[in-house]
Structure formats: structure tokens, C-alpha cells
């Protein structure tokens, strides 16, 4: 089996930054896109970034140029890097992977919290 343990999120005001992780661990045989989604009260998780095996990015539009999704292979972690944060990125924020043999599998969520 596979797991995901996600940590970094947080309080923080608008206009800061913040960093979450994604470490995946168990069996893993090989791993191909990491991403990360969203969820606010009342809404639909909504894609934020994600980036495959060989590096290529993408990014909700509503992120592009605040927010860096990258990945340490060696490692078997995603980072997202949030700066310039607004009170509507506040969500839960949800790691995804796709794992070869296990299949795509979510973490359990953090809360990221934009206030002043």
C-alpha cells in the first residue's frame, strides 16, 4: 500500500505565504502526476496545480504566477508554494497522486486559512 501525509497549512494573513508538502511512502513503484486541489465550504474541489513526471506544469488560472507546484523524486514529495495569498484561497488543500499499480490516491487535507 501507499500513503500521503501532507503538512504546512496554516493561519496566515493576505499577502503571505505559505508552503505545503506532500510526502508520499510505502510500496511505491513508480509515481506520475502530483497535484494539488481545493476545497472551500459550499463548493466543488476545484484542480489548483499539478505537474507530471518529466516537470511539465499546469495551474488554475486563479493561481498563475502566485503559487509553484514542483517535486522531489528522490524524495517522493510535491511542494506547492503560495504566495501573495488572498482571503479566497482559503480552502482545504488536497494533495493528489498518481501511483503506478496503486492507482490515483488523495490526502487527507489541511486547512489553508487567509485572514486578517
Known amino acids: 500500500q501507499v500513503q500521503l501525509a501532507e503538512s504546512g497549512g496554516g493561519l496566515v494573513q493576505p499577502g503571505g505565504s505559505l508552503r505545503l508538502s506532500c510526502a508520499a511512502s510505502?510500496?511505491?513503484?513508480?509515481?506520475?502526476?502530483m497535484g494539488w486541489y481545493r476545497q472551500a465550504p459550499g463548493k466543488e474541489r476545484d484542480l489548483v496545480a499539478r505537474?507530471?513526471?518529466?516537470?511539465?506544469?499546469n495551474y488554475a488560472d486563479s493561481v498563475k504566477g502566485r503559487f509553484t507546484i514542483s517535486r522531489d523524486n528522490a524524495k517522493n514529495t510535491v511542494y506547492l508554494q503560495m504566495n501573495s495569498l488572498k482571503p479566497e484561497d482559503t480552502a482545504v488543500y488536497y494533495c493528489?497522486?498518481?501511483?503506478?499499480?496503486?492507482?490515483?490516491?488523495w490526502g487527507q487535507g489541511t486547512q489553508v486559512t487567509v485572514s486578517s
Open positions: 510505502g510500496s511505491i513503484f513508480s509515481i506520475y502526476t
Open positions: 505537474i507530471n513526471s518529466g516537470g511539465k506544469t
Open positions: 493528489n497522486v498518481d501511483f503506478a499499480v496503486w492507482g490515483n490516491r
